[in-house]
């Protein structure tokens, strides 16, 4: 096993080490939104989720959302931080066409959520952990819509007041894949913990990428905050990008500039979009229509022992309960959904055998046509139907192949097909032998040959599973063959 190298981008004055600290919106997965009853769902009409309060009418007053509040502390859970008993809002302002209020309702000195750490893996197995500096709740703003009209822009208010959890890490990565594996791991715990969608095309899960470069060992540089990147591809590009620009800006002896950019997926590059305001830039203040969010120590308790099993735990239990290997395990648990699809097949069939069909067949099959496993038109019954037909013989493997692409093709329970296909595996011995005989009576100097090198055996399993269209049981016809081969 060779060593993991460093990330390391190099310049005409040596290598460069790049430093990343992420700043997830992850949005809470509520009907309501944070300060109003309006609804959340997702590809709704234009502003027709908007109540009085989202939209900054005079007058109108915030009232928390105590669903939220509960999530943002489920997650604090998952992040093995500390939860703030007491917690405050604080009004953000600036001036922006959709935040009608003229402030972000946020929290800034004193967030729900304290520091905590995740413990990622990557690909290879190898695994680090990151600090979680805090968490805290949020509004999300509006949309503003620049390319329905040549002259006007509109505005969708739609996500106006939406609860969002922004989950800061401390500038604990050192790599692309780093970053994107990070991502992945939050992404997978907020899933199983229900409190996040997770879904990046929907945009309720976003990252912000802070990225600076300094030569190993020195003090941190001037970093730069890459704004709602949606992907885990575009996240990697833009820091590539961004620290080969950066370490090119300063070996011509510049300076960076602490600015927020975009990055641009078609072009490639980040490009700045203004320059980083300062904490004291928002004129932060308590929010006077909120009190501060005291927590009832019960209440956090009952959350804390509601807590569902959580991915490590399950990849641990999946392992020594099945037998699986942690490489099987670990993809299994990648999707809760794909998880609990297996453990519901599982019962009372061999581990290994489903999961080789969830994880290879099912899954492979789904990727390439590109539907999410909850929308798979194979159940998890049907898949413990067919590994029932497999280990009773009914079917081989082979055939159970066949039988899968009907199954995909939705024609029904694997038994039903077997049947009406007539795919049932001959193990009628005489049937077997019978195809057998003809075959040897046909090829009088195969079988010469077979008896002199008993491996050339293969050619007649092959002309058996031929004739009986793969039908024959292979332990049968091996069996059978080895015998008049013999004599
Ligand atoms: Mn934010």
């Known amino acids: 096993m060779s060593e993991r190298q460093p990330y390391r981008v190099s310049g005409r004055t040596g290598e460069w080490e790049v430093v990343l600290g992420l700043e997830v919106h992850a949005q809470v997965a509520s009907h309501a939104k944070l300060f109003s009853g309006a609804a959340t769902g997702f590809g709704a009409g234009p502003n027709e989720q908007v109540s009085l309060v989202d939209a900054g009418f005079p007058g109108m007053l915030p009232v928390i959302n105590r669903y939220c509040v509960e999530q943002a502390v489920k997650t604090g859970f998952g992040l093995k931080a500390q939860i703030n008993s007491v917690s405050r809002f604080d009004r953000k302002n600036y001036f922006y066409p959709d935040l009608p209020q003229g402030y972000q309702i946020s929290q800034f000195k004193e967030p729900i959520v304290g520091e905590g750490t995740l413990e990622v893996e990557r690909d290879d197995g190898s695994r680090f952990v990151v600090g979680i ?72 899960l976003r990252a912000d990428v802070n990225v600076s470069v300094r030569k190993p060992g020195d003090p941190l540089g001037t970093r730069c905050e890459i704004k709602n990147v949606n992907s885990m591809r575009f996240i990697q590009q833009a820091i590539v990008y961004e620290a080969r620009r950066q370490v090119e800006i300063l070996e011509e002896g510049g300076s960076i500039d602490q600015e927020t950019r975009l990055y641009d997926p078609g072009r490639g590059e980040t490009r700045s979009m203004r320059s980083k305001e300062d904490a004291h830039d928002y004129r932060y203040f308590p929010d006077p229509d909120l009190l501060p ?17 959580l991915p490590d735990a399950k990849r641990e239990r999946l392992q020594s309960q099945y037998g699986l290997t942690a490489y099987d395990a670990g993809v299994l648990v990648g999707d809760p959904v794909r998880a609990a699809f297996f453990e519901e097949a599982v019962k009372g069939r061999d581990p290994k055998l489903v999961a080789n069909w969830t994880l290879n067949d099912l899954s492979g099959r789904l990727g390439t046509e590109g539907v999410a496993f909850e929308d798979s038109p194979i159940k998890a019954a049907d898949i413990a139907a067919l590994v029932e037909l497999i280990e009773t013989e009914v079917i081989s493997s082979k055939i159970a192949k066949e039988v899968f692409e009907h199954m995909w093709a939705g024609e029904g329970a694997p038994k039903a097909i077997v049947e009406a296909r007539g795919l049932v595996q001959v193990t009628d011995t005489s049937a077997i032998e ?6 040897m009576a046909a090829n009088p100097d195969k079988v010469a040959s077979a008896k002199e090198k008993p491996q050339a055996i293969g050619w007649f399993v092959g002309q058996v599973m031929k004739a009986t269209g793969g039908k024959a049981n292979p332990a049968a016809v091996n069996q059978i063959l080895k015998a008049k081969l013999e004599a």
């Open 133 to 204: 500096e805090r968490l805290h709740l949020e509004q999300d703003a509006g949309k503003s819509i620049h390319d329905m009209d040549p002259h006007w822009t509109y505005v969708d208010l739609n996500r106006s007041g939406v609860a969002l959890m922004e989950i800061v890490s401390k500038p604990d990565m050192r790599s692309p894949e780093d970053a994107a594996a990070y991502v992945k791991t939050l992404r997978m715990l907020v899933r199983y913990l229900g409190t996040c969608d997770g879904d990046m095309e929907k945009g309720n």
């Open 434 to 439: 019978k195809a057998i005989d003809e075959i």
């Open 293 to 309: 969010l005291e927590l009832d120590p019960a209440w956090v308790k009952r959350i804390q022992d509601s807590l569902p099993e």
